[in-house]
């Protein structure tokens, strides 16, 4: 089962050109190219900390306490983002025949990746969603970019169950060197811990025909710990 997670992952970064979040070129116009994403990490800022000046009182930064209540392992229905008003059904996806990571299908929706951690479990649940999808469809993460610190995510599940987690890590990758094994198995989480990670597709965009779709060159990554 390893074997065939890290040929997806090799299918993720390989096979990205038409793989992943659909593509478009708003209102059939080329899409102008876009400026640096603000990234951001918490833990990062944690873990290395400045020195404190002679005499300076230190604060130790509050963690919230990962909940510990018996997760529920039926379907995972609902993804939403307040800020951005996203309130999208999850498909479960997973590998397809050729051992590509699948993306849904509905461009509409968001992607749980089932050979995965589960949300409200141990670990790192993996999720995407188009960005935009030719010729003038906004997908569920069309506004990922623009994620700040302490942005609330919010996972449903079939029974009702909400899960709750908050914004700590915002990053943009080359789609040539973004590295994969890492997103979905991160060596920087703490055992116990509830991670999810959001990815979809961003930055400079590339055109197979002038107005038409095509492909992006970079993913937007963002990274939230469950709080409740």
């Known amino acids: 089962m390893r074997v065939l997670q890290s040929m997806a992952?090799?299918?993720?970064?390989?096979?990205?050109?038409?793989?992943?979040?659909?593509?478009?070129?708003?209102?059939?116009?080329?899409?102008?190219?876009?400026?640096?994403?603000?990234?951001?990490?918490?833990?990062?800022?944690?873990?290395?900390?400045?020195?404190?000046?002679?005499g300076e009182a230190t604060a130790t930064p509050e963690i919230a306490a990962t909940p510990t209540a018996t997760p529920f392992d039926g379907h995972v229905t609902r993804l939403k983002i307040?800020?951005?008003?996203?309130?999208?059904?999850?498909?479960?996806?997973?590998?397809?025949?050729?051992?590509?990571?699948?993306?849904?299908?509905?461009?509409?929706?968001?992607?749980?990746?089932?050979?995965?951690?589960?949300?409200g479990w141990?670990?790192?649940?993996?999720?995407?969603?188009?960005?935009?999808?030719?010729?003038?469809?906004?997908?569920?993460?069309?506004?990922?970019?623009?994620?700040?610190?302490?942005?609330?995510?919010?996972?449903?599940?079939?029974?009702?169950?909400?899960?709750?987690?908050?914004?700590?890590?915002?990053k943009r990758y080359d789609v040539s060197t973004i590295p994969m094994g890492d997103l979905i198995w991160p060596k920087d989480r703490p055992d116990g811990k509830q991670w999810v990670t959001l990815i979809t597709c961003g930055g400079d965009f590339v055109s197979a025909t002038p107005g038409g779709p095509g492909e992006y060159l970079h993913r937007d990554v963002v990274v939230a710990e469950r709080i409740q």
């Open 9 to 54: 992952i090799f299918s993720f970064v390989a096979g990205a050109t038409m793989l992943l979040f659909g593509v478009l070129t708003a209102g059939g116009k080329e899409k102008a190219a876009e400026g640096p994403v603000h990234e951001f990490d918490l833990i990062q800022s944690i873990a290395t900390p400045t020195a404190p000046a002679e």
């Open 82 to 119: 307040p800020r951005f008003k996203v309130d999208s059904v999850v498909e479960e996806i997973g590998l397809k025949e050729n051992n590509e990571l699948d993306v849904p299908h509905n461009p509409h929706n968001s992607g749980w990746y089932t050979p995965y951690s589960r949300p």
């Open 122 to 170: 141990d670990g790192n649940a993996v999720f995407s969603a188009h960005v935009d999808y030719w010729p003038d469809i906004r997908g569920p993460f069309y506004n990922l970019k623009n994620a700040e610190a302490g942005d609330e995510i919010v996972i449903q599940m079939e029974n009702g169950e909400e899960y709750r987690y908050r914004v700590f890590r915002k």
